[in-house]
């Protein structure tokens, strides 16, 4: 059986190919689909195929980090309960994560989270078969990342 590593309650981590480093993210085993936190978030059409538009900017997601556009055609739209109870639907983006310095291909929901604390949550979908929680620990990787 695979050896699953602890991760604490929040761990700042990467999105590579968003060019994103040392966030902070909220480990939360109560939703299912990860989620970053974006804006202007719409679809343009090109030659009949549709791609998605969003921006990922704001202060909590890395030092001096300047608002950044993101176009995509590999995406999908999917019914989510946030943490409130509500349905939303949501548009899914495919990325990769890096967490104790291993890379996860994973998918995340864009939502505004400008008024959470943490900009990432990471759900189960990517914790589930690899990482065991512990509440009591934070940053984990973080500071795996710096010894390596």
């Given at each position: 059986m695979k050896q699953k590593r602890t991760i604490g309650r929040v761990d700042k981590i990467s999105l590579p190919e968003l060019g994103l480093v040392n966030v902070q993210a909220k480990i939360d085993t109560g939703a299912y689909t990860s989620a970053i936190h974006c804006s202007k978030i719409h679809l343009?059409?090109?030659?009949?195929?549709?791609?998605?538009?969003?921006?990922?900017?704001?202060?909590?997601?890395?030092?001096?980090?300047?608002?950044?556009?993101?176009?995509?055609?590999d995406f999908k739209l999917k019914k989510i309960r946030s943490s409130n109870g509500q349905v939303q639907e949501r548009y899914i983006i495919k990325t990769k994560v890096k967490i104790f310095n291993k890379i996860y291909n994973t998918e995340f929901s864009l939502s505004d989270r400008s008024h959470m604390k943490n900009p990432i949550l990471l759900g189960r979908k990517l914790l589930s078969g690899r990482f065991v929680v512990d509440v009591a620990e934070e940053n984990l990787s973080f500071q795996y990342n710096q010894k390596s």
């Open positions: 343009e059409k090109e030659d009949n195929a549709d791609f998605l538009v969003y921006t990922i900017s704001g202060k909590r997601l890395g030092e001096g980090m300047k608002a950044r556009k993101f176009r995509t055609s």
